[in-house]
């Protein structure tokens, strides 16, 4: 026979943002329980830059979503431990020439009008920020709310500061649901015990589809493979998160296909981080060669410093990708008591703080700091049969 264990909430995942709910929701008051089939952080988390963005994002939902976690994110580095590196670092978006210039003022005077600080550098001024940049690029913007945290550190840190129960290495095998018409969820199953609660939130990264299929509702949740490169460490040579413009057109792109758009930035420890790449194809682990030269080509093209610097390791993860871009936030009105935290694709350790206040509102029926009605997990179509 399982143990049981009566409970307020489960939280399937311990990724960040699942860590995020968890200590939003035990300081409200509740009683949580994460349960995880693998580490804390073993899935997308773990694989992250740590990146907390709001200079990709264009003005709406996901945008309002970014800035309120930026806010959090700093009050949280202010009580959470040192380890989690967290660095207001500043992000610094490069135009090659003057018509992607003008785009990058296009999509920044929207970004201003929702309350992104947006400063137009020139060529000079990019020089200035970033002696080490490559020369030639017409222009760019600063944006100055943009940081970074240690992904990891940040989920076990603030798994650890919920004071929830953890349950690791636990697969959740069912969704346990009431008898009768209602179809309430009232817990989950693993191969070990049974988590009695009358709610469930789904945070389950790229297997959120699959937890969404537990409790008899799809969500079409695709893994999007991304890789990383880690060079040797080395003294600060730059000095933001820096990237091309195009890497914003390759966040709102769908396609399947691979795309790379090198965003460069140094560490705390000293290696610089050499991001990324975005692709479909499923859950395949293999090692893209082309996608590794890809960054190194493009990385090497903004800091040509970079051209003789080894890189000591590659590591690749799964976005949790959604066809609209926009997680799934809040309530499942198609089940009682089952709520979703996914979908966030690379901006799950950016929008974590935030998706855990939302959800948090959720459950304990205070208002919303955010609409949810854009991240409600029903919006999309039912798939056919």
């Not at 009682?336 to 304990?364: K, R, Y």
Request: glycine share 12%; proline share 9%; aromatic share 4%.
């Amino acid at each position: 026979m399982p143990n049981r264990h009566s409970l307020d909430v489960v939280i399937i995942g311990a990724g960040v943002v699942g860590a995020a709910i968890a200590y939003y929701a035990a300081r409200s008051g509740l009683s949580v329980a994460v349960v995880d089939r693998g580490p804390v952080a073993g899935g997308t988390t773990g694989a992250g830059e740590g990146n907390l963005l709001v200079s990709d994002k264009e003005a709406g939902p996901e945008l309002d979503l970014a800035l309120l976690s930026a806010g959090l994110w700093r009050e949280l580095a202010a009580v959470l431990p040192q380890e989690i590196e967290y660095e207001a670092k500043g992000g610094l978006v490069v135009a090659p020439d003057e018509a992607s210039l003008k785009a990058l003022r296009d999509f920044a005077e929207g970004q201003r009008a929702a309350g992104v600080e947006a400063v137009e550098a020139g060529a000079d001024d990019l020089r200035t920020l970033e002696p080490h940049l490559a020369p030639g690029p017409a222009g760019g913007f600063l944006y100055p709310q943009d940081s970074q945290v240690q992904p990891a550190q940040a989920a076990a840190r603030l798994l650890a500061a919920s004071g929830a129960r953890a349950y690791l290495g636990e697969e959740v095998t069912a969704v346990l649901r009431s008898p009768g018409g209602s179809g309430a969820v009232r817990g989950v199953r693993t191969p070990r015990r049974e988590l009695h609660a009358p709610a469930v939130v789904n945070a389950a990264g790229t297997w959120g589809g699959r937890i969404a299929e537990l409790a008899g509702v799809s969500l079409p949740v695709l893994p999007r493979r991304g890789f990383v490169l880690v060079t040797e460490p080395l003294p600060r040579v730059v000095r933001h998160k820096v990237y091309a413009a195009d890497y914003i057109a390759d966040v709102a792109s769908g396609s399947a296909a691979l795309q790379s758009s090198a965003v460069v930035e140094g560490t705390p420890s000293g290696p610089v981080l050499i991001g990324a790449t975005r692709e479909r194809v499923g859950f395949d682990r293999s090692l893209s060669v082309e996608a590794l030269r890809r960054l190194a080509v493009q990385a090497a093209a903004l800091f040509p410093v970079l051209r003789d610097v080894r890189v000591l390791r590659t590591y690749h993860g799964f976005r949790p990708y959604l066809p609209d871009h926009l997680p799934a936030i809040g309530p499942d009105p198609r089940v009682p008591g089952l709520l979703h935290a996914c979908g966030h694709e690379g901006a799950g350790i950016g929008l974590a703080p935030a998706t855990g206040l939302l959800i948090t509102a959720a459950l304990t029926g205070a208002p919303t700091p955010l609409p949810l009605h854009p991240f409600r997990p029903d919006r999309f179509p039912e798939p056919t049969p």
